[in-house]
Nanobody, 121 residues
Framework: RCSCRASGGGLVQAGGSLRLSCAAQ????????MSWYRQVPGKQRELVAR???????NYADSVKDRFTISKDNAKNTMYLQMDSLKPEDTAVYYC???????????????WGKGTLVTVSS
């Protein structure tokens, strides 16, 4: 059985930086994509950034030029480097991955438990 485990959240002042990590664990044949989402109370979960198996990345407009998503294929781990943080980046951040467990299988989506990022003004 697969799972995703996120870590790295915390409290930081505006203008500071944090790095989130997400490790995909279990019997994994391949990873189609890995993503970061975030959610604040009362709002829908939104896509922050995504990286595909081929290295293609896309970002929400609100984080472009401040956040960088990357992955370590050998470790099945994804990172989100967050710089120039703003109070409006405060949210629970969730990692998400489409994992293929066996050759010729379809991918299945997995979610990690959220990690809280708080940016103080």
């Amino acid at each position: 059985r697969c799972s995703c485990r996120a870590s790295g959240g915390g409290l930081v002042q505006a203008g500071g930086s944090l790095r989130l990590s997400c490790a995909a664990q279990g019997s994994i044949f391949s990873i189609t994509y890995m993503s970061w989402y975030r959610q604040v109370p009362g709002k829908q979960r939104e896509l922050v950034a995504r990286v595909t198996s081929g290295g293609y990345t896309n970002y929400a407009d609100s984080v472009k030029d401040r956040f960088t998503i990357s992955k370590d294929n050998a470790k099945n781990t994804m990172y989100l480097q967050m710089d120039s943080l703003k109070p409006e980046d405060t949210a629970v951040y969730y990692c998400n991955a489409d994992l293929v467990e066996r050759a010729f299988d379809y991918g299945r989506e997995y979610w990690g438990k959220g990690t809280l990022v708080t940016v103080s003004s």
